[in-house]
């Protein structure tokens, strides 16, 4: 079969455009995993201070207010966008508590989330919030994105 070549042309321009989009997302996605701190715009929070006392200066100079705070985060994964609720109680800029509770709409995600839920206190409870990032939990990846986000939006409310 003899193909014109206009055809070959606009094959391979369909084959460049395919390759270019490809890396565009692989770099999108080894920048998104680095990046945290910063909310995303469907972050929401709400925060329930357990009394106004102050706790004591963090290493970069934030002072939070001791009670338990509460912020939704989302992450993106290949099948859905998902969504996990996290609540940290405070005391002296220390967590105290740390309590996560999933909303899985894949199948696949309810085992992820589960291993993160179970394995996040061990993570966090004890240090300093502002010490706090985590990549990666009892092999869930993702899902630490979402936390992340939420601590991000914890730490705000913590601090006004």
Known sequence: MKLSPSVRQGSALVGIAGTLLLAGCAAESSSAETTTGTPAPQASAGASPSSTSAGSPTGSGTTYKDGT????????????????????????????????????????????????????????????????????????????KGFNQALATIRTEAAG
Request: hydrophobic letters at 30%.
């Open 69 to 144: 705070y509460s912020a939704d985060g989302s992450y993106q994964t290949p099948e859905t966008v998902e969504k996990i609720s996290v609540s940290i109680t405070l005391a002296d800029d220390t967590v105290t508590k740390v309590e996560v509770t999933g909303d899985p709409q894949a199948s696949e995600t309810k085992h992820y989330q589960s291993q993160f839920i179970g394995g996040i206190s061990a993570q966090v409870v004890g240090k300093k919030l502002d010490e706090i990032s985590v990549s990666r939990v009892s092999g869930s990846s993702l899902t630490s």
